[in-house]
């Protein structure tokens, strides 16, 4: 994948990212800069950090998964890197988003 076909998945998962709202605040993750350092790499591997509005967020794995789904839709987009960051269970949610199918079937309760 070249830069320019990079550039337009990242863009693309930026787009898809503001349709996933944050329902405590009304407001998408792209707005509320949830979603750090995002770049995709020449295999098409999306790497990013998703960092939850606050170290006890109630809201954080609903949001994880959202995302991570959002992003597993974009077309160029063959897996992902997620590192959940500034959260209580971030390793526990780290290892849960690990082993997701890309793209994500159905998540059991």
Known sequence: ???MDRDVVREAILARLSAVIDPGMGVDV?????IEGLMVDG?????????PSSPLCPMAVQLALSIHEAVASVDGVTGQDIEVVGYIRSVELNAMLADLP???GPVEP
């Open 43 to 51: 295999e098409g591997v999306a790497h990013y950090k998703f960092c």
């Open 30 to 34: 792209v707005r509320m800069r949830l």
């Open 1 to 3: 994948m070249g830069v």
């Open 102 to 104: 890309h793209p994500p």
